[in-house]
């Protein structure tokens, strides 16, 4: 019965670091595939004929976000490896690894939000007159990543 026990234990373990590790993959995966603000930044420049100064501005706020972005990824990372550690010591549901969970999500949570606080900086970035073509291409980019 004991030797069962150990098993079913190192078992889990097993399948739980695994499952983590297959999270981490996916998450690198994800971090270096093509962003979908980067689609979005092509296509507006195809839909918009920006002028000089409305390039430097847009510029300079891609810049300072995707240094924002790369603070909010590095506490992501360090969340879900909060995550294994909390797992690999206890490899059930405990406080430990609620409270782990709860860093991953606050982070990727900041993520989402740092992302559409970008997106409308950037919009009030253009001239009215090239703000509802950012709009179509914006709405338009939301509906495919929605289906």
């Known amino acids: 019965m004991a030797y069962r026990l150990r098993r079913f234990a190192l078992a889990t373990i097993a399948g739980a670091l695994v499952g983590v590790l297959v999270a981490g993959a996916i998450v690198m995966v994800r971090h270096n595939a093509p962003r979908p603000e980067t689609d ?3 296509m507006l420049h195809h839909a918009v004929p920006l002028d000089a100064n409305e390039k430097q501005i847009l510029e300079t706020k891609e810049q300072a976000f995707a240094e924002r972005r790369q603070e909010i ?3 992501l990372r360090a969340a879900n490896g909060q995550l294994a550690e909390a797992i690999s010591k206890n490899p059930s549901w405990s406080p430990e690894v609620e409270s782990a ?4 999500e ?3 949570g900041d993520l989402q939000r740092a992302t559409l606080v970008h997106v ?9 007159e090239h703000r509802p073509a950012y709009d179509n291409v914006l709405v338009e980019a939301l509906r495919r990543g929605s289906q």
């Open 101 to 104: 969970i709860r860093e991953v």
């Open 106 to 108: 606050k982070a990727a």
């Open 120 to 128: 409308f900086e950037m919009r009030a970035g253009l001239k009215p």
């Open 40 to 42: 979005l930044h092509e």
């Open 73 to 75: 990824e590095k506490r």
